[in-house]
């Protein structure tokens, strides 16, 4: 193999495939960096049974060929090799070789006959637009379990309609669902699936840099389903989980009592603030007036805090207690200047969503539009 690539190229394209590198690999193999040089250019990749990542980067291939290089080590080198210097990486039978501007590295080669054979992308199931897709995402993300107990908890569900994709994750505490614009490549594209939120939030973040993303539904024989995700050079795939997403759409049934609307940056900043007096497993209290919002923590017997802030309650007054990490982690994942939070009762869940649409009380039945962003929270004792 005989290879010349710009430095700036080569770390870029390491970084997508790194992101596969396991921390602790069930076998060593498993912990190297594949790349494979032909007339396309270099190619990139890793794989760890689970998650799959590759790119393919434009190269000066002088001689083709394939090797297996300690990844984290190749990661770290390319990283710290001078910037706007071209970079040669050649290798014989025992180790590859990299120089860049008067450095010279020499790596030992694994195995590459013992390492598995990556899965191939399923069939493209439609495309969506990288940037909305890395933000739906992201909002929805915050809402996954971090403890693999219940391994359906840490997973985000994608949901594919013939124009829509549904996102949707819980922790049982809170439920975040977001509603994204695609395009189906199929004639029947409704179907359902469970992807770990980290793997996925991961991808799409490094992917919303480009234009497209395509989207892939399949199975390999005897393993679980597999989800691809492409866009450019630039590939990807996570095993699902093979588990039943919780029924989450009866908890917006709920009546509602009350919408209060309110400015989001303010609402953020003022609850940092009264956050700092809040001791483990403590709630701030929220209690809305017709024009002002009150928020408070912390005990008579402890520290104790309040700010006030300006804000339009339709309905009666209301007082409710939030985990205060849960409610910012929502608030924040709101792209609009101005919030919304419908209530049903102080112990029933909470709707945070974004003010897209007028609010009007008619008969008990409130206009509150239908917002692509829905973050639900459940109240806490202490109200």
Not at 58 to 65: I, K, L
Not at 112 to 122: G, H, I, Q, W
Not at 339 to 356: H, N, Q
Request: hydrophobic share 45%.
């Amino acid at each position: 193999m005989k290879v010349r690539i710009e430095r700036d190229l080569l770390a870029d394209g390491i970084a997508w495939a790194a992101r596969a590198l396991p921390a602790r690999p069930v076998v060593p193999v498993l912990a190297g960096l594949r790349l494979t040089a032909s007339a396309e250019g270099l190619g990139v990749s890793a794989y760890n049974y689970e998650v799959s990542a590759g790119i393919e980067v434009a190269a000066d291939v002088g001689g083709p060929g394939e090797i297996l290089v300690p990844g984290r080590l190749f990661a770290d080198i390319a990283r710290t090799l001078p910037r706007e210097h071209p970079v040669e990486i050649t290798a014989d039978a025992t180790k590859a070789r990299v120089t860049c501007a008067g450095s010279y590295f020499a790596l030992p080669l694994l195995p590459l006959d013992d390492y598995p054979a990556t899965p191939l992308l399923p069939e493209t199931a439609g495309t969506v637009a990288a940037a909305p897709f890395a933000e739906a995402v992201a909002q929805v993300a915050i809402a996954a379990a971090r403890d693999e107990s219940l391994p359906v908890l840490t997973a985000i569900r994608v949901h594919l309609t013939h124009d829509t994709l549904v996102l949707a994750a819980t922790d049982r505490y809170r439920l975040a669902v977001r509603r994204v614009p695609w395009q189906s490549a199929t004639e029947d594209p409704d179907r359902t699936a469970l992807v770990p939120a980290k793997v996925l939030a991961d991808i799409a973040r490094a992917a919303g840099s480009g234009a497209d993303v395509r989207l892939a539904l399949g199975s390999e024989r005897g393993r679980r389903g597999l989800l691809g995700l492409s866009g450019g050079a630039r590939h990807a795939t996570s095993r699902l989980l093979d588990n039943e997403f919780p029924a989450y759409e009866w908890l917006f049934a709920n009546e509602t009592t009350a919408v209060a609307t309110i400015g989001t940056a303010p609402l953020i900043e003022a609850l940092k603030r009264v956050s700092l007096v809040v001791t483990r497993n403590s709630p701030v209290r929220l209690s809305f007036g017709r024009d002002a919002l009150r928020i408070a923590a912390g005990t008579t017997n402890e520290a104790e805090a309040a700010a006030t802030l300006p804000a339009e309650l339709a309905g009666e007054p209301v007082t409710v207690a939030f985990n205060p990490v849960h409610l910012l982690d929502g608030l924040t994942a709101l792209r609009a200047p101005t919030a919304r939070m419908l209530f049903s009762g102080p112990t029933k869940p909470t709707v945070l969503t974004e003010d897209t649409a007028s609010t009007e009380n008619a008969g008990n039945t409130w206009n509150t539009g239908d917002p692509d962003y829905r973050y639900l929270l459940m109240p806490m004792r202490g109200a």
